[in-house]
């Protein structure tokens, strides 16, 4: 492959290297780049000869900060005025949610080295690996309720499983988390500092095993920051109704209350609700039944308004000033939220083995 391409693969040694290439885009997941990924990484699981896989990103400021959310505006836009099918959406979505599964159930080490951000669709492409690797730099969130979508990419399956009622509050705010703190609440697995990342390729690529590798390499991520408002979260985001996490907020009557109730008065409120219903069934589901239901989602948001006037308002115009319909919590009833979990009308997901 030319320098050029947006994804790269290197057999190099025992592994196989993968490399996100659009370091000026912050590495952000394009359908182009899934496509070429999940026949590489099938061949590669099906390859004795391969001991590991490993992921990184180019560039030193991410590792993957999410999907190509613009292309999906624009190509959902084109549908809902006519100009369009909804084609390439579901493609996206379908296709990305298949490869998440595919990192999931590998049947070898996956080695994410999360150098950088990590947002949205590469959480998708690392939180589900076997060896979930962090930096000085890495900076992770789910903030899809500000662009109103909601936590995909298998968050509706790990959100709901980390300690206590942490992955409630990152998946409604979009709360940003540093090395640290992730290993706290077991969204990593262990701390490598940046300058180390290359030794640790090279050991894999000699063949050292992965946990030997890691573990060879690992040095101390610093202080947990979680760990002060652990109970405060558990205690505010404990409850089935957006409406009741506020009123818990508000009684909390702490700095970090009033950070939060401001963060969830910005975003989407269809998206919060819709988001904290995904969360709860995501809880009781396997992994397979979460991304079933992540597609009907995917497709209802991109039916709906919030999510074009989320891109628009971030990421288009950037005024940051979304106009949200329904504007209020009390405006989204139960048949609001209900209707993203219904079938699609070209099915639901199907997975390829």
Known sequence: MSDAAEILFERRGAIGLVTLNRPKALNALTLGMIRLFDPQLRAWNADPEVKAVVIRGAGEKAFCAGGDVVSLYEAGKAAKEGRGDTTPVRAFFSEEYVLNRLIKRLTKPYVALIDGISMGGGVGLSVHGSHRIVTERTLFAMPETGIGLYPDVGGTYFLPRLPGQVGIWLGLTGDR??????????????????????????????????????????????????????????????????????????????????????????????????????????????????????????????????????????LVDKDKNPKWKPAALADVGPSDVERHFAEPAGGDLVFRD
């Open 177 to 314: 988390l540093k090395a640290a703190d992730m290993l706290a609440i077991g969204a990593a697995d262990a701390f490598v500092p940046s300058g180390k990342i290359d030794a640790l390729v090279d050991d894999l690529a000699a063949g050292v095993p992965a946990d030997e590798a890691v573990a060879a390499h690992r040095g101390e991520a610093g202080e947990v920051s979680v760990t002060a408002i652990r109970a405060a979260v558990d205690r505010c985001y404990g409850f089935d109704s957006v409406e009741a996490i506020v009123k818990a907020l508000e009684a909390e009557g702490t700095e970090w209350a009033a950070g939060q109730l401001a963060t969830l008065r910005r975003v989407s409120p269809t998206s919060l609700k819709v988001t904290l219903a995904a969360l709860r069934r995501g809880a009781k589901l396997d992994f397979e039944a979460c991304m079933v239901q992540e597609l009907r989602l995917s497709l209802a948001c991109l039916a709906g308004d919030d999510f074009y006037e989320g891109i628009r308002a971030v």
